[in-house]
């Protein structure tokens, strides 16, 4: 991460959180613009027009950021802040993580079921284990995720990721490489510090972070 002195190339790739003042990585921050009528909204996609603003992907960061005037001043007028912010935002990364994990399935890079993620998991073909966060740690113990970090995603619930394999619930769900993959690995993390798990639930297989 760049405190100050970036290279060019870098610049675009790195934003500044209006809370902690802090730059880094655009795929850690949630982007918000101003609609006409004055009103914050989140741009998780980061595709709205106009200028826009930056806090860190946590749910406290976003509480302070509408609590203490913190938007008005990155947008430098008066905004309103819709009740609610940080729900709306988990609801809509819980809906990216669904529809991504989707097309990895749809693409042939998503599996799910305990005996078939084993099996990719055995064979190597797996760069991703996602376990249920509501699962329990008796059956998650039984697969150990893929050697390296960000290999292990915990912070979707079994009727979240249930969504993703068209099924009411899932426990076990392993993705191969891909552009995908990556895309999932980084919605998990905001998701995850939207979640409060940042440091608990998406991290390597030692740890706990999704």
Same mark, same amino acid.
């Given at each position: 991460m760049t405190r100050g002195g970036r290279d060019d190339d870098k610049d675009e790739a790195e934003r500044k959180c209006i809370v902690s003042g802090l730059v880094q990585p655009k795929a850690g921050l949630i982007r918000f613009a101003v609609s006409p009528d004055a009103e914050v909204v989140p741009d998780v996609l980061g595709r709205l027009p106009g200028r826009g603003f930056y806090v860190t992907a946590d749910r406290k960061a976003i509480e302070k950021a509408a609590s203490k005037g913190l938007f008005a001043r990155a947008a430098r007028q008066p905004v309103k802040v819709p009740d609610g912010l940080a729900d709306l935002i988990e609801a809509q990364l819980v809906r990216? #993580?669904?529809?991504? =994990?989707?097309? &990895?399935?749809? /693409? $042939?890079?998503? =599996?799910? %079921?305990?005996?078939?993620?084993?099996?990719?998991?055995?064979?190597?073909?797996?760069?991703?284990?996602?376990?249920? &966060?509501?699962?329990?740690?008796?059956?998650? /113990?039984?697969?150990?995720?893929?050697?390296?970090?960000? &290999?292990?995603?915990? #912070?979707? &619930?079994?009727?979240?990721? +249930?969504?993703?394999?068209?099924?009411?619930?899932?426990?076990? /769900?392993?993705?191969?490489? $891909?552009?995908?993959?990556?895309?999932? =690995?980084?919605?998990?993390?905001?998701? /995850? +510090?939207?979640? %409060?798990?940042?440091? %608990?639930?998406t991290a390597g297989e030692d740890t706990k972070t999704a």
């Open positions: 990216r #993580c669904v529809d991504l =994990v989707s097309m &990895s399935r749809k /693409a $042939g890079l998503a =599996v799910t %079921g305990y005996e078939k993620v084993k099996d990719w998991l055995v064979k190597e073909k797996a760069r991703i284990l996602i376990q249920a &966060s509501d699962g329990s740690e008796r059956g998650n /113990a039984k697969l150990r995720p893929p050697a390296g970090a960000d &290999s292990l995603i915990r #912070c979707l &619930s079994a009727g979240e990721l +249930g969504l993703a394999f068209g099924r009411e619930r899932a426990i076990h /769900a392993a993705l191969a490489a $891909g552009g995908l993959t990556t895309r999932v =690995v980084e919605e998990a993390a905001r998701l /995850a +510090g939207i979640r %409060g798990l940042i440091g %608990g639930e």
